[in-house]
């Protein structure tokens, strides 16, 4: 019997990276199967998709309408399970909402939706659907970032006293000094993006990252973002202070001008014991920095890392596993929840951390626009 969850996708078609990524993934544990979706609105272009990657082309839908209603009419047994949301930003929400309202599982690229009150309908939909629902921050799938997580909450870095989290990406520089380019690329339309590019883009990234790996939750936020041109609607770059309480306090440096770089994600942990700093492009290194003794690094696949890390481990010490195995550890995850067997709650972001980064990113724009105030995150 073929124990593999039947997946759909929605967008990812062509040559698209996020496409290629979740395809790989999902694939990564024996825990899915694709068998179908709609992977482009051109019917031409959705059927070459399906081709490429090898899929009958008898269950390539022309839309989502069409997917939910043909799908629904084939026997329980047959019909897609789980369905991964990979278009732009605006399409998130209608297509998370329909599908959970017909009892699909939801993997949802970020950021969730384009509101926050668009996040918060999804929630109560959720709650009636009983679905399983995921948002896809990719790099928490990482075994070192698992590990990081494991040894805050163990107390082995002591109580945390700074967080400082920079992502830096180069990609939007040669767009963005070109009135016509900016003015035509999705990212920069905040009717297809929402009302934040980097923020919505890379700084939801940081800051899910932050309160995946602290277990804490961000209190209030102060912004200070930069939109280069004056008919650029959309933040590229900006400086965000992070409270967590009184005495916990962190930043977010986040953004897509800053020449020459790819996609420079660190993450560093400081607590009254010991440090931890994690870089994405490095990401099979974990260090571990302690007063009065010399720096330590700490590698995927070795015993000392917790179980959550090791789960997520498919090669031995000393092979690199990157963002696939990342996001195939995402996806192992939710098919766990799926399938009702037993998962740490730190294997998949969930619904709750969408909502929060919806959240996050509006109280960044509105902290912005009201003068850099002190806004607070909802609870």
Known sequence: MNSKLRLGLLGGGGNSLVGVLHRVASSMYGQFEIVGGVFNRDLKENLSSAKEIGLNTDRVYKDLDSLIAQEKALPKGERMQVVSILTPNFLHFPMAKKLMENGFHVICEKPMTTTYEEAKILQEILKKSKTIFAVTYTYTGYPMIRQMKEMIANGEIGKIQKIDVQYYQGW??????????????????????????????????????????????????????????????????GTILLRFSEYIKGIIRTSQIATGEENNFTVSIYGEKAGLKWEQENPNYLYLLEDGQPLRVLKPGHSYNSELSLSGTKLPPGHPEGIFDSMGNIYNGVAKAIKKEKYHPGEFPTMKDGIRGMNFIEKAISSHQHGNIWVKIDN
């Open 172 to 237: 939007i520089n040669p767009i963005i000094h070109d009135s016509e380019k900016r003015a035509n690329i999705w990212r920069l339309d905040p009717k297809k993006s929402g009302i934040s590019c980097c923020v919505g883009d890379i700084g939801t990234h940081a800051f899910g990252m932050i309160e995946y790996v602290s277990g804490l939750e961000v209190k209030e936020i102060l912004a200070d973002l930069n939109y280069l041109f004056k008919d650029n609607l959309m933040d590229i770059d």
